[in-house]
């Protein structure tokens, strides 16, 4: 049984080219990788059957819970192709969105076969192009056709990406390639469906009715407007990432810090997981090393809280996929390790309502820090018990015994839960004993140990979380 206790937030990395064969993906799980991510914005569905394959026979060789995360690609904004193939955009010059996916006549003619966009956008909204390289501001627009003044100029060629910060898209998060790769994803066996392209709370309804609760749905914060309705969105999904790359694009890159601090405080206060994601470590997909600025980036997220951080170039493309992994695990021990770490997770604990399964959760962190136990063991059916244990951030491992394969994945994403399949017991008493006996074969608890428990009454029951035990391991 392969345990993994030297850190508390989790890392996700992105399978690509670069790591996709049985054996880097045991190199960069061993490094540090506790859920692997399956981008399905590339490679075709035989690539991620495959790896899908090897992340499975590792996790049976080594005898651990390993997620996988299917992210899938959302609707794309893209310019079609240019007369030229290339276009020179100067400052102050005047240019023309034509709806379609021909050339048009002019040689500042764009075609954009998007008519969401002719709906969506007003005089005075602006357009980014190419990750906001370029800026233009919309003067007039018809159904047909936008006007546009070149705010900031640059070079632009085909298919280039397309941001409309301002606007609100009346098109579906989930394109027909998207519900394809679903239902291929949710066949194949994932634990998380990342949702891209999320801008209110009523797209997490319709992709909560074709996943049902076959995996975790994450929602991908990456459009101003799920900033609006962010509330009704955690209560909606699973869990939330952040999105920084697109979000970074559509909002002031200035604003991006808080908004992460923001998302990363509603989500502890839902008890709902929160990844960190995009260019964290982005020097590293051609560098042996990151930049310090990089190193601080990670772990400025481990001091906010987060529940997990991702690569995504950096392990599906770069150079130094499991050297990546390492630096990332290493930042993150480092940090929490540090003496402002604890003072800071603490300061920022949210304030709860208190309910009997959160004050139960909230009193095991407390006993057991006070009775200095090595562990908190959380049975739980649906993962509830373990997750409001993990909000209260205590400095200790939480082992989360579950009789869920699927579940014991899915909790390999979640900060401090060491995650480990078990039988269910017949009754509360042989429960208890099997805790003490898991907690010692996987080296988290000694004879002599004091260690904390916590239930649900019924005993197995989804959803309750409502006993707490200490119990001391014995000898045999």
């Avoid at 080296?443 to 916590?454: H, K, N, T, Y």
Wanted: net charge neutral.
């Amino acid at each position: 049984m392969f345990i993994r206790s030297n850190r508390r937030a989790k890392i996700v990395a992105t399978v690509g080219p670069a790591s996709n064969s049985p054996e880097k993906l045991r190199e960069m799980f061993l490094a540090g990788v506790d859920t692997f991510r399956l981008n399905f914005s590339h490679g075709s569905h035989e690539d991620h059957a495959a790896s899908y394959r090897h992340i499975r026979a590792l996790e049976k060789e080594l005898g651990a819970a390993i997620g996988i995360l299917q992210d899938l690609q959302g609707p794309k904004i893209r310019i079609g192709v240019l007369s030229d193939g290339r276009l020179d955009l100067a400052k102050g010059a005047a240019i023309r969105f034509l709806c379609g996916t021909e050339p048009g006549k002019g040689l500042l003619d764009i075609p954009l076969a998007h008519r969401e966009i002719f709906a969506a956008v007003k005089p005075g909204d602006d357009l980014l192009i190419d990750d906001g390289r370029v800026r233009v501001r919309t003067t007039a627009v018809s159904n047909e056709q936008i006007d546009a003044e070149v705010i900031v100029g640059g070079q632009i060629s085909n298919r280039k990406g397309v941001n409309i910060p301002g606007a609100v898209l009346d098109i579906s998060p989930l394109t027909p390639k998207d519900r394809k790769d679903l239902e291929f994803g949710l066949e194949l066996g994932v634990d998380w469906v990342a949702l891209s392209f999320v801008q209110k709370a009523r797209d997490m309804i319709e992709a909560r009715s074709l996943v049902s609760e076959r995996a975790g749905l994450i929602a991908k914060i990456e459009k101003p407007s799920a900033l609006d309705e962010i509330d009704d969105i955690i209560r909606l999904s699973d869990g939330i990432m952040v999105a920084r790359g697109d979000l970074g694009v559509e909002i002031p890159p200035e604003d991006v810090p808080g908004r992460q601090k923001e998302l990363i405080r509603a989500c502890r206060r839902a008890a709902k997981p929160v990844i960190v994601a995009t260019q964290m470590l982005d020097s590293m997909v051609s560098s042996p090393t990151p930049t310090r600025a990089e190193a601080s980036d990670v772990a400025g997220a481990i001091y906010d809280g987060a529940d997990a951080v991702m690569l995504s170039a950096e392990s599906a493309t770069g150079s130094f996929p499991v050297e990546t992994v390492e630096i990332m695990s290493r930042i993150i021990e480092k940090t929490e390790k540090h003496k402002l770490y604890r003072p800071i997770v603490e300061a920022t604990e949210p304030e709860l309502i208190q309910t009997p399964p959160h004050a139960v959760a909230q009193a095991a962190a407390g006993v057991a820090v006070a009775l200095q136990s090595p562990l908190i063991v959380a049975f739980t059916v649906s993962g509830t018990t373990a997750l409001r244990i993990s909000r209260a951030r205590p400095p200790l491992p939480i082992l989360a015994l579950t009789p869920c394969e699927q579940v014991a994945r899915q909790l390999s994403l979640l900060w401090g839960i060491v995650a480990v399949k078990a039988e269910t017991a017949t009754d509360y008493e042989r429960s208890v004993d099997n805790a003490k006996q898991v907690a010692k074969e996987t080296g988290l608890a000694r004879p002599g140990d004091q260690i904390v428990v916590v239930s649900g009454f019924p005993f197995a029951t989804k959803g309750s979380t409502n006993n707490l035990r200490v119990a001391e391991v014995g000898q045999g």
